[in-house]
């Protein structure tokens, strides 16, 4: 039997009266195993169970029932477009669909929560568990990541604290790797999960005090909203005792602001879908090392990683994806991350920029890691944030710079400092403009893709 299926029951048997999930009203650890079991008699015999459900407990109890089922789940993206989940379902082979936005799906088995919520059925794991998730984009057909072994593993890494229960905040989308594992994690410790569907700084914080978090994950450019926010200076966050980044690189800087606000609770983390975990850094490591404030960490137990001939990071290890869906067992063998990065003589690795993201200018054709630019300007007194992406001109391509200034501040000023920060013109944004807040996407990186179309030619 399936050794994480079997420890995630145990979990749910052991919890009783605790309160599992708490999201307008609470869930306990009976309640959801009972519902589980509802959800379990109401899917019936089924073969591919794609779940597209935004954040709520059942979120992830489907995802178990069809799991206890023996069913392959394919997890939707909730921040993707309709036509790449339906590419997604379509490349997995999806038989029939969960949903709670069943009128953006076609014609099938396409079913409501309502509509499996069944005779309760006693819950038999099987042999393995079979999870998919999408790659990320919007480039016709996805390719789907194949993940088993790795739920295996959190039910080794995560246990009860001899402290006793624990309360994560959870505002990742629980269809995504990230908010996936949180939750499951949360779960497998006998926490409390307080669910929020969707982000909001304020409400962050009007959670953390009101119910004690102690855990909770950000995205960079999340956590700079809340440290941006008001309310922070009157609201209490001496109940956190980890909080982890993640997702995209973060501004030193700002790392800085967080362990000045949260203490020394703050960590970083590197991982992709296809391997979630690679490499970590904790605020201890950073105390007295105010140059790793710039570093995702050092490769975790069980992983491997290199850089390539072009500076590209490369991994292998434990965490890894099975393989891509169609694709042959990835093995022992080394997952290029599309990201560009480069390790201290300590084993520390830093990223420089995502591959696609780097701006070829001049006439030399100079690469320019637009990361690198974005953390330089968000250095300016006056900037809050920034990003920088390649625009085409009949002349080539030059750097333009997104900027959210928290006060005057001038296109002129904003390449001074570039020009300041880097004594090289290739590095100097070309072209600036400003706007109130930078989109994001649904886990909360930058939507540079919508910053581009939202920009136009000078």
């Known amino acids: 039997m399936s050794f994480f299926l079997t420890t995630v029951l145990a979990a749910l048997d052991d919890g009783g009266d605790r309160v599992l999930f708490r999201q307008d ?17 109401g899917l019936g015999e089924v073969d ?15 995802q178990l029932a069809a799991l206890l089922r023996g ?10 477009p309709r036509q790449d989940r339906l590419a997604a379902a379509a490349a997995a082979g999806v ?5 709670d936005r069943p009128h953006e799906w076609p014609d099938g ?32 057909t996805p390719k789907l990541i194949r993940h088993s072994g790795i739920y295996d593993g959190m039910a080794y890494i995560f246990a009860p604290s001899p402290d006793g229960p624990g309360r994560t905040l959870l505002v990742a989308p629980m269809t995504h790797m990230t908010g996936n594992a949180t939750v499951l994690g949360a779960l497998l410790r006998r926490d409390t999960v307080v669910l929020q569907d969707g982000f909001d700084a304020g409400a962050v914080l009007e959670a953390i005090q009101e119910h004690r978090i102690d855990t909770l994950s950000l995205t960079p450019p999340r956590l700079a909203a809340v440290l941006d926010h008001p309310a922070l200076k009157s609201t209490d966050v001496s109940s956190v005792r980890s909080l982890s980044l993640g997702a995209a690189p973060l501004p030193p800087h700002r790392l800085a602001q967080a362990l000045d606000v949260f203490g020394p609770v703050v960590g970083q983390g590197y991982g992709l879908t296809e391997a979630p975990m690679i490499a970590s850094i904790s605020a201890a490591e950073l105390v007295g090392h105010p140059e790793r404030l710039g570093s995702v960490g050092r490769i975790v137990p069980g992983m491997e990683a290199r850089l390539t001939g072009d500076g590209e990071v490369e991994v292998r290890g434990l965490s890894m994806m099975d393989g891509y869906l169609g694709g042959p067992e990835v093995g022992a063998g080394w997952l290029r991350t599309g990201d560009l990065g480069r390790f201290d003589d300590e084993g520390y690795l830093y990223l420089l920029d995502r591959v696609d993201d780097v701006v070829v200018v001049g006439e030399h054709g100079t690469k320019v890691p637009s990361t690198v630019v974005e953390h330089a300007l968000a250095t300016h007194p006056a900037v809050r944030a920034a990003a920088v992406f390649g625009r085409h001109t009949v002349d080539g391509q030059v750097l333009h710079a997104v ?21 090289q013109e290739h590095y100097v944004p070309a072209s600036v403009s400003f706007t109130d807040a930078l989109p994001l996407t649904e886990v909360g990186k930058v939507d540079k893709r919508a910053l581009a179309q939202l920009v136009t030619a000078p």
């Open 95 to 99: 038989t029939t669909v969960v949903t």
């Open 71 to 80: 069913a392959t789940v394919l997890l939707v993206a909730a921040s993707a």
């Open 25 to 41: 009203g609470v869930t306990t650890y009976h309640q959801a195993r009972d519902r589980l079991r509802r959800l379990h008699g």
């Open 109 to 140: 088995d396409v079913r409501c929560l309502d509509d499996v919520d069944g005779e309760p059925r006693e819950l038999q794991p099987p042999d393995a568990v079979r999870v998919l998730f999408p790659t990320g984009g919007t480039t016709g």
């Open 403 to 423: 900027v959210v200034a928290s006060g005057k501040l001038t296109v002129e000023e904003v390449r001074a400092h570039a020009r300041s920060a880097f004594g």
């Open 48 to 62: 591919v169970v794609a779940v597209d459900v935004r954040n709520r407990p059942e979120t992830l109890l489907v």
